[in-house]
């Protein structure tokens, strides 16, 4: 999967499912902050990654992921493994 | 001891999804009862259900409340917001004020079978997603209700069969009454899809009467074979009579007086002792006599013996006087932890519009019907004060009444 198809599905499922406004979608946008993303919506997202990318996010991989940039580069690293 | 007065009341039924419609279903004597196909697929001895069309509230709540909130919490936010709107309570009233909440909800059985399917198949409870906790508990309609409105009073699910929104309110009155709350919201909330009543259907307490749904549900008639589940939600705002009178409320009704008993006996079979000793409480906390009845929205879910029961207890205390009697489960089937909320909104609407909602499909009486003023069509008769009457598996059983504000 190609790093804008990567992108493109996480973003869409940003804005479609958890309601992200579109607008706000920009690599250095923090997760929390910016977007509005809380632990209860994280807990979504493990879902929806797990069912669009077919892996399973681990909470403790995800220490250093706080902008939607540090996001797409943990789903890459984690297709490419 | 203070007075509890009705500001507000809201409703989401099979008959109707709005105050409006459903005052004229009621007048109409017309059925909401149909039959869901997804019902006899599943396994069910009847497919027939009360059909409520779920509301659609994604451009009314936020993400994270529907994804809390489960189909009969839906019905309950419909049914809050209209009860709310009646009683002219916005949010900014709510931010500043104490508002408390009693609600009736005695299951939660999607979400519980829906959340297991997923870790059946994925053997990982993490893969259920964040909603499934908050939508499967038996006090999920208070616990969301609470955070839409943000409510900062007393806050709690009653659970007591299909008498669960009947007591609801008559907590609520307590709680105003002896000076513990100013204003609660009160009511009753049902789920309707086929998940939720599979084990009540193995009972084969339903009426089979497909040929003619709307003719199935029939409390008191000889030919009765069962009830027909149904849901939604209905909401009263209860409230002390001076606060209403000092903001302007519009008032209602008058909530005068709540009986309750417990039967002590079996888990399925109502009493007729339990439940006139519920009926003879509620006249006594009023302070009213069985003539100053002039309305009794009777339980009676077409089933043979709790009719039966309730015909006999209704007939030990109401018996001479020939009161009027209706069952409003012949249109709404039985609303099961809402109806003891909901039929206060429907015989408050009729109270308000001077007329009593008919007992559809009652044809002829049995031995103990046959001695009831059944009103088998609607009737236009003034209403100052009704009796209403809800009972629960377990022999929980609880009776209201309400007058009209003088």
Redesign the interface.
């Known amino acids: 999967m190609t790093r804008t198809e990567i992108e493109k599905i996480t973003n869409e499922f940003l804005v479609e499912e958890?309601?992200v406004d579109a607008e706000m979608l920009k690599p250095e946008a923090l997760l929390n902050k910016d977007l509005g993303i809380?632990s209860?919506?994280f807990?979504?997202i493990?879902?929806i990654v797990?069912r669009n990318f077919g892996f399973?996010i681990k909470a403790e991989e995800m220490a250093n992921v706080t902008t939607l940039g540090d996001f797409y580069n943990y789903i890459e690293q984690k297709l490419n493994n | 001891m203070r007075r509890v007065v009705i500001t507000g009341m809201g409703i989401y039924s099979c008959i109707g999804k709005n105050l409006s419609e459903v005052s004229d279903s009621l007048y109409n004597g017309k059925s909401g009862i149909g039959i869901e196909d997804k019902r006899t697929e599943y396994g069910y001895r009847s497919p027939l259900t009360g059909i409520v069309e779920r509301p659609n509230l994604k451009t009314v709540l936020d993400r994270r409340v529907r994804t809390g909130l489960p189909e009969q919490g839906e019905y309950a936010y419909v049914a809050t917001q209209e009860a709310l709107d009646n009683a002219k309570i916005d949010m900014d009233f709510l931010e500043k004020n104490e508002v408390g909440i009693f609600y009736g909800n005695d299951s939660s059985a999607k979400p519980v079978i829906e959340s297991h399917s997923i870790v059946l198949e994925k053997k990982d409870t993490t893969l259920m997603g964040s909603g499934y906790i908050f939508q499967s508990m038996n006090s999920t309609v208070t616990m969301n209700l609470s955070v839409i409105f943000k409510l900062k009073g007393v806050n709690m699910t009653i659970s007591a069969a299909c008498a669960s929104g009947s007591h609801a309110i008559g907590l609520g009155y307590f709680f105003i009454q002896k000076g513990l709350q100013d204003i609660v919201v009160c009511g009753g909330a049902q789920e309707t899809n086929y998940l939720s009543m599979g084990s009540f259907d193995a009972l084969s307490a339903f009426s089979t009467n497909t040929a003619n749904p709307t003719k199935a549900s029939r409390p008191f008639d000889k030919n009765r074979d069962g009830l027909i589940p149904s849901g939604g939600a209905a909401t009263v705002i209860l409230e002390d009579y001076e606060h209403a009178v000092k903001r302007g409320a519009n008032i209602l009704a008058e909530v005068c007086g709540y009986g309750f008993s417990s039967n002590g006996g079996h888990i399925s079979q109502p009493s007729n002792e339990g439940s006139y000793i519920a009926m003879t409480r509620a006249i006594k906390d009023a302070g009213l006599t069985a003539k100053d009845i002039n309305y009794i929205n009777a339980h009676a879910t077409s089933t043979v013996l709790g009719d039966m029961y309730e015909a006999m207890a209704i007939n030990e205390i109401f018996g001479a006087l020939k009161t009027p009697v209706s069952s409003t489960k012949s249109m709404t089937g039985h609303e099961c932890w809402m109806a003891g909320a909901s039929e206060i909104v429907y015989s408050t609407l009729m109270m308000q519009n001077s007329f009593i909602a008919p007992n559809i499909n009652f044809e002829e009486g049995d031995e103990h019907s046959s001695k009831l003023n059944i009103i088998a069509n609607t009737s236009t008769k003034k209403i100052d004060t009704f009796l209403s009457n809800s009972f629960g598996f377990g022999g929980t059983n609880s009776a209201l009444i309400v007058k009209k504000i003088k």
Request: charged share 55%.
């Open positions: 958890i309601e809380d209860l919506d807990v979504d493990v879902v797990e399973k």
